[in-house]
Structures are given as C-alpha cells and as structure tokens.
C-alpha cells in the first residue's frame, strides 16, 4: 500500500476543508471576541485596538508590528490577583518583558519571574523591587548566581545538585545568603505539547521525587550555610485548560512537604504550584477564567494539607502566557496571494506577508493553531479557506495554517494574528536578518512606541567585520 499524502485527510474529495474544529464563518469580516484583547473591535472594516485604528497604526510605524493592550494587560494581571488572593502572583518574563510591561505588573502588584542576566536587568532597570523577583532556570552560572544574590533577589528556584554547589560557594564568597526554592518533578503528564511539558521524569527540569533526588536535594539544601529554604516548586507545563494535573501534581508535592518534616523536622513555608495556564488561540481552545482556577486549585490544597495534618503553606501561582498572551496582536501587510493546485484537484491558497517565523516562531516550533483577520477593510466576498505564510527560506514558515479570510485578500491588505503576547517578541529572532519588529502599546486611542523597531544599524552593531 502507497503511504498517504499527509494533507489527504484535507482534501480527500477536491476541496480543502482544513481542521474538524475550524468552521467557515457567516460573516468572514467578523472577530471571534474570545480571540483578542477586550478593547479590540471593528469598524467599517478597520480594527481597532485601545481606541487606536490598526490602519492609522501602521502609517506611523509600518508592519510587521505588535500591537499592546495595556488596559487588558492590566486587567488580566489584576484578575488573577484577586482571584487569588493570599498567592503570590507571578508574572512571566519569560513570556514578554520590557522595562514598560515590567512597570505595570509592579502596578498591579505582582511579583515577576526571570530566567537570565538578561531578564533580571530588566527588571532592575524598571525598579522592580528585587525581593519580589523569582529566578528560575535550569542551568544558572556562577556569575548571573552571584549577581542575583548580590542584588537580594528574592527568591532563587535552584534545578541541579551543580547549581546547590555553586550557590554555596556565591553565598560565601559574598558573605550574604540566598533564600531558594527546589524545583521538584512530580511525574505527571500534562495534557500539552511535549515541549512545554514540564513535570514528567524524561525532560530537563527539576529533582525527581521519585527517584529520591528530590528529598536528598532538600537534605543538601537544609544543611548548607548561607542557603534558606522557603519550599518546594513545581510546574506541570504551559498551556494548560484544566486542574487535573495540578491535583496530581500537588498531592505528590505535599507528600514531600510533609516528608520533609517528619524526616528532617523542617517545616517549610512556602509552596509554589507553578501553573502555565492555557489561553484561546483558536476557537479549539476553552480557557477557564482565574476565579474559577482560583477556586479549584485552592480547594485541591486544601483538601490535601487536611489529608496529610499538616499546616498550609503560603502559595504561589504562576499563570504565565494567560496575562501578556491574549493582550497582544500582531500586524502584518499581505504581499503575495498564490493559489496552488494540489492532488485531487484541490487548490489551497497561500498568503504571504511580510513577517513570519522571525517575528513568531510557535508554529514552526510547537505546531501551534493561529487565527487572523483583514484589519484594514470590509468586504462582500465569501470566506475562503487560506493558509498565512512568512517571507522566510523555510517550507515550514507557516503564521496560521488554515483560517478563512474573504476570498478577495489581496496584496496591502493588512492582516492581524491575535494572541500573541507570549514568546512570541520574545523568541524573536534575526534569520535571513529580518529586523524585530516595534511593540506599541495602545490605550484610550493613544498609541506609544515601548520597544522600538530594529534597525540596520542595529544588525550591524555587532558584526565587527574583521578581515580574515
């Protein structure tokens, strides 16, 4: 038997279809409000982000672009502080960090995680005060350790019994002590991409409780000098929709909490629970809002520090892509329409713009699900099945992979991806020496530059040109 052509299942009668999930719409000028920030709408065709038309946007500072709600930025971040009240909420750097955003999560009261030199300088640069800074990673040198203790970070979530060593060695060089966390594996299967999976044994992140390496790695910690032990850190992966794991996760992680105590009569203060909760990329997706995280999440530990008789722990939650994430969309200029004959007489129809995998990388890198919309028009042509393509050497340089655009897109229209606030600038990258695109924030019509575009100059800056 032949094997089957791995677009088959599309077009097996003639017609492209794409995904069983993705329906065409009555209208195909109409948004999904589930897929963009809050303030986002349309009128008469044009999209209109924090009171700023998209069109107007791009006439001063051109596309590709991000574009930034800081109200619903702010509005997220403010919902799952209170939503868990009581928790010490972090943001993500990770996810999406300038010294701007650093500000506002400072403003609503959030603690922020970093996992660099790099990450943490901007951080201090912002002012963010260094005690409420987390610092992850699984391989910290000895220099950004030094650094982080140096400047009272405050708390860091040490990965490896190397890193332990090297912390002791930071701590009494500096004559100063570092209050740390121990990441823990809880072997649990998140019900997410393999790559973002986080808390089961065969990946890279963490002591295994399992196998020991947890209980020994707090052992080491306990008896250290110049090292305080706040507690235990665990985080099951990104992208996650439901509490399922976390009752899992945090069943084993208790059980360890409290071996803790009866073996080595320490009572640990702290607990983080980590999180990666999931945000809705494409009609598929089903976030749940953080009240409602809030409530079973706190209920799970509960019911576990009853289970076991032992006190509760001051908690910490990580939503990661769930605040920057949906408050972020991404502008580009279509340049190309081609339609290409396939097997069985289909015809996909592929438009290209002027970004791609540069400017966002997760759907080469996690076969992530996009959507898009025409941000610059209104039209009375039918929708039409589309794939949104980069400008990029790669056949895998995909933005959204199917979505229906009305079927007279054209070259200059412009073209909007929601919900992608998260790693996507930050996982920007310069192949084919593409320049980063600006990210501008927009609020009550008002539009400000908050990291400007790349330049030549900037590639240049670099590349010292030595002769050989």
Not at 286 to 303: C, F, M, N, R, Y
Not at 350 to 359: A, E, K, L, T
Request: with cysteine; hydrophobic share 40%; aromatic share 6%.
């Amino acid at each position: 038997m032949s094997p089957t052509h791995e677009a088959g299942w599309a077009h097996a009668d003639g017609a492209l279809r794409g995904p069983g999930w993705l329906r065409p719409p009555d209208d195909a000028n109409a948004l999904v409000p589930a897929l963009w920030s809050s303030t986002t709408r349309k009128v008469d065709g044009d999209l209109i982000v924090g009171g700023v038309p998209i069109p107007e946007l791009v006439a001063n500072v051109n596309t590709p672009a991000y574009v930034l709600d800081e109200a619903d930025l702010r509005a997220r971040a403010r919902a799952f502080r209170e939503a868990f009240a009581g928790y010490d909420v972090f943001y993500a750097g990770k996810a999406f960090l300038c010294t701007t955003v650093a500000r506002w999560v400072a403003e609503e009261g959030l603690s922020l995680d970093v996992c660099s030199d790099g990450e943490l300088t901007v951080a201090l640069r912002a002012g963010f005060d260094p005690a409420r800074l987390g610092y992850h990673g699984n391989t910290k040198t000895e220099v950004e350790l030094t650094r982080a203790v140096a400047e009272g970070v405050g708390r860091i979530v040490v990965d490896s019994f190397n890193e332990i060593e090297r912390l002791e060695r930071v701590t009494a060089s500096l004559g100063r002590s570092a209050r740390l966390m121990v990441r823990v594996t809880a072997g649990v299967e998140a019900h997410t991409h393999e790559y973002i999976a986080t808390a089961h044994e065969d990946q890279k992140f963490g002591f295994s409780i399992t196998s020991g390496d947890a209980l020994e790695a707090v052992r080491r910690v306990v008896a250290a000098p110049g090292l305080e032990l706040l507690g235990l850190h665990s985080h099951i992966g990104s992208q996650i929709f439901d509490t399922s794991g976390f009752e899992v996760a945090t069943r084993r992680v208790l059980a360890l909490h409290a071996q803790v105590g009866q073996e080595l009569g320490v009572t640990l203060a702290e607990l983080d629970l980590g999180g990666g909760f999931g945000i809705a990329y494409t009609t598929q997706d089903d976030p749940s809002d953080p009240a409602q995280l809030a409530i079973e999440i706190t209920k799970i530990v509960e019911h576990e520090c009853r289970a076991l008789g032992i006190g509760q722990p001051r908690l910490s939650i990580e939503p990661g892509r769930a605040i920057v994430g949906p408050a972020m969309c991404t502008v580009y200029t279509v340049g190309t329409v081609k339609r290409v004959e396939l097997d069985g007489g289909a015809v996909r129809t592929y438009v290209s713009v002027d970004g791609g995998m540069s400017d966002n990388i997760r759907t080469a890198l996690y076969d992530a699900d996009y959507s898009c919309t025409i941000a610059s028009r209104e039209s009375d042509a039918p929708p039409a099945l589309v794939r949104v393509v980069g400008k990029h050497c790669e056949a895998g340089d995909i933005v959204v992979k199917d979505e229906f655009l009305p079927a007279d897109v054209r070259p200059g229209d412009l073209l909007a991806v929601p919900s992608t606030g998260a790693y996507c600038r930050s996982m920007a990258s310069n192949y084919n020496h593409a320049l980063r695109p600006p990210v501008v924030a927009v609020r009550d019509g008002v539009a400000t530059t908050i990291v400007r575009r790349e330049t030549v100059d900037d590639l240049l800056a670099t590349d010292l040109g030595v002769a050989t």
